[in-house]
Nanobody, 114 residues
C-alpha cells in the first residue's frame, strides 16, 4: 500500500505564500497522474490541482493564477506552490493520485488569517 506524507502547511496572513510537499512511497510514482485536494469541516474533499505523468496541469477556477502544482519524479515528490493566499483557502490539504487510488495521508493544515 502506498503511503502519502504531506507537509509544509501553516498559518499565513492573506496575500502570503506557502509551499506544500508530498512524498509517495511507490517506485512507479512517475506513471501516475497526481492531485492536490483540500477539505474543510462539513464539506466534501475538493480536487484543486492536477498534474499528469507528462506534467500537464489543471486547476480549479478558484486557485488559477495563484497555485502551481509540480512534481519531482526522481524523488517521488509532489509540490503545491500557493501564492496570494486567501482566507477561503483555509483547509487541510492532501495529495493522492488522480483519481484517488490510495489511502489518504494525514494531510497538512493551511490556515489563512490575519
Amino acid at each position: 500500500q502506498v503511503q502519502l506524507v504531506e507537509s509544509g502547511g501553516g498559518l499565513v496572513q492573506p496575500g502570503g505564500s506557502l509551499r506544500l510537499s508530498c512524498v509517495a512511497s511507490t517506485r512507479i510514482f512517475s506513471i501516475y497522474a497526481m492531485g492536490w485536494y483540500r477539505q474543510t469541516p462539513g464539506k466534501q474533499r475538493e480536487l484543486v490541482a492536477t498534474i499528469t505523468s507528462g506534467a500537464s496541469t489543471k486547476y480549479v477556477d478558484s486557485v488559477k493564477g495563484r497555485f502551481t502544482i509540480s512534481r519531482d519524479n526522481a524523488n517521488n515528490l509532489l509540490y503545491l506552490q500557493m501564492n496570494n493566499l486567501k482566507p477561503e483557502d483555509t483547509a487541510v490539504y492532501y495529495c493522492n493520485a488522480n483519481p484517488n487510488l490510495w489511502t489518504w495521508g494525514q494531510g497538512t493544515q493551511v490556515t489563512v488569517s490575519s
